[in-house]
């Protein structure tokens, strides 16, 4: 079975610096979709990044990128320039797209964005 | 930019009561989901719902819970005889199984069972 482990339940950074919240997964398919998603208070789940795992290239958005490394399982995110608005929960999630379609979830990593 | 929306935003009920929760996925999509989430743990899977019929279903999703597209743009989750631990927030997810097969999501419904 697929699992996905997030290791840092809490985590802070100083507002501008950088930071990197860790996420592993275990699989034995060769094809299929990681996803970061950002909750905030509200609890609205919002879609941070994707990547596919055919792909080699690093995905990145903006200030948000990832490391993947397929041979380890590890996707992490590394957040740039933070803002107070970075503030959430942040979940790693996994995503097989044959039999099972189902997005799963690593526990989340709180992070806290200090002024 | 089209959403998934889901109403109520928040239900109270009593335990053994039955509530329904409604979500309307994007339009062209044709994959559906509820999730739950437990205050402060993980998101779970509940059910996937695709050629209007369950794809797969949890350990969670039992026989007092049913999903249904009774229209064509809702989707709807219905618990029949609520339960304490049945107190979460449920998020309602579509998809269009094509484009990076990423799952949208509402803004979910959170329940409290009293």
């Known amino acids: 079975a697929q699992t996905v482990t997030q290791s840092q339940p809490e985590m802070s950074v100083q507002e501008a610096e950088t930071v990197t919240l860790s996420c592993t997964y275990d699989?034995?398919?060769?094809?299929?979709?990681l996803f970061w998603y950002k909750q905030p208070p509200s609890r609205q789940m919002i879609l941070v990044i994707r990547?596919?795992?055919?792909k080699q290239q690093n995905a990145t958005e903006n200030r948000f990128s990832v490391n993947f490394q397929k041979a380890a399982k590890s996707f992490s995110l590394k957040i740039s320039d933070s803002q107070l608005g970075d503030a959430a929960m942040y979940f790693c999630?996994?995503?097989?797209?044959?039999?099972?379609?189902?997005?799963?979830w690593g526990l989340g990593t709180s992070l806290a964005v200090n002024p | 930019e089209p959403e998934v929306t889901q109403t109520p935003s928040h239900q109270v009920t009593q335990m053994g009561q039955e509530v329904i929760l409604r979500c309307v996925p994007i339009?062209?999509?044709?994959?559906f989901y509820w999730y739950r989430q437990i205050l402060g743990q993980k998101v779970e899977f509940l059910v996937s719902?695709?050629?209007?019929?369950?794809?797969?279903k949890s350990e969670i999703f039992d026989d007092q819970f049913s999903v249904e597209r009774p229209d064509g743009s809702n989707f709807t989750l219905k618990i029949r005889s609520t339960k304490l631990e049945d107190s979460a927030m449920y998020f309602c997810?579509?998809?269009?199984?094509?484009?990076?097969?990423?799952?949208?999501f509402g803004p979910g419904t959170r329940l409290t069972v009293l």
């Open positions: 997810a579509s998809s269009d199984g094509v484009t990076y097969n990423e799952q949208f």
């Open positions: 339009s062209n999509h044709l994959y």
């Open positions: 719902f695709y050629n209007n019929e369950i794809s797969e």
């Open positions: 699989t034995s398919e060769s094809d299929y979709y």
């Open positions: 990547q596919e795992a055919y």
């Open positions: 999630a996994y995503f097989n797209a044959g039999n099972n379609r189902k997005l799963i």
